[in-house]
Structures are given as C-alpha cells and as structure tokens.
C-alpha cells in the first residue's frame, strides 16, 4: 500500500495512507507551505504539521501502483536530484530546469556532472520572501 509517513522529533510516527481515486490513481499529496507540511487527501482533507516538528519524511509506493517503477525515498537525509527538487517545491521539472539556468535557485554539480540539491538550501529557497499576515502586522505596531 502506497503512503506517506511522516517521522516527528517526539519519535511518533504520522502515518497518510494514498487514497483511491477514480481511474486506479492515488490522490495523496504533499507539499510544502511557509514552515509547514501539507498532507492533502483525495477528499480536499489537509493535514498540516509544523516543519520544526518533523525529523523526517519518507513517500513509499509499491510496484503495483506505480506501473513497475519503484519509489521509496526518504528525502531529508541525501542530496536531492532535480526531479526530487521538483516534487518538493511543487514546481515543475521543466520550471526547475528553467531556475537553473537562470541561477535563481541554488544548486551543485559535483565534478561537473548530476545536477543536485540540499534540503536546507530548497528550504531557503522556498521560504523566503515572507509575507506578513495581518495580525502580525497589528502586533507590531
């Protein structure tokens, strides 16, 4: 069974299985918003859980689901490759592809080959340019 599981700091384990949705597909998703992660099921239900609290997260699916390709990949602990970096921003390849080449997202090409990327830089990278919210503007004042 295909799922999401998230391992938080405390040592518990959030476990999101992939939902069935229509045609045979999985509609689990996940993304990544201001400091937190956001599960999202086939119904629209989210789940979000504060970064900070996450030691790690592994997206597992099994080769029936995937049409033979198989996946498990515990993306915080090694270096990130482009499609990876793609799945965790939400972007696109081809827009990823496209940041690279304008040198607007931070990247390493170790002995001039593959293409990789570190977790805390894509992090960066993602959260910056924040917004305040209204409350915390009222606060400030």
């Given at each position: 069974?295909?799922?999401?599981?998230?391992?938080?700091?405390?040592?518990?384990?959030?476990?999101?299985?992939?939902?069935?949705c229509a045609g045979g597909s999985?509609?689990?998703?996940?993304?990544?918003?201001?400091?937190?992660?956001?599960?999202?099921?086939?119904?629209?239900?989210?789940?979000?859980?504060?970064?900070?609290?996450?030691?790690?997260?592994?997206?597992?699916?099994?080769?029936?689901?995937?049409?033979?390709?198989?996946?498990?990949?515990?993306?915080?602990?090694?270096?990130?490759?482009?499609?990876?970096?793609?799945?965790?921003?939400?972007?696109?390849?081809?827009y990823v592809y496209k940041l690279?080449?304008?040198?607007?997202?931070?990247?390493?090409?170790?002995?001039?080959?593959?293409?990789?990327?570190?977790?805390?830089?894509?992090?960066?990278?993602?959260?910056?340019?924040?917004?305040?919210?209204?409350?915390?503007?009222?606060?400030?004042?």
């Amino acid at each position: 069974m295909a799922a999401i599981k998230v391992f938080m700091k405390n040592g518990t384990i959030q476990y999101f299985p992939e939902t069935s949705c229509a045609g045979g597909s999985y509609c689990t998703t996940l993304r990544y918003e201001e400091e937190f992660a956001v599960i999202e099921d086939a119904y629209g239900r989210e789940t979000s859980i504060p970064s900070v609290d996450i030691e790690k997260i592994v997206k597992e699916s099994d080769r029936r689901n995937l049409g033979g390709y198989s996946m498990n990949n515990t993306i915080l602990d090694k270096p990130l490759t482009v499609e990876q970096a793609a799945e965790y921003t939400g972007f696109s390849v081809a827009y990823v592809y496209k940041l690279i080449h304008l040198k607007k997202i931070p990247f390493f090409k170790p002995e001039g080959g593959k293409i990789l990327f570190s977790l805390d830089d894509l992090k960066n990278f993602c959260f910056r340019n924040r917004q305040a919210a209204e409350y915390e503007l009222g606060e400030k004042l």
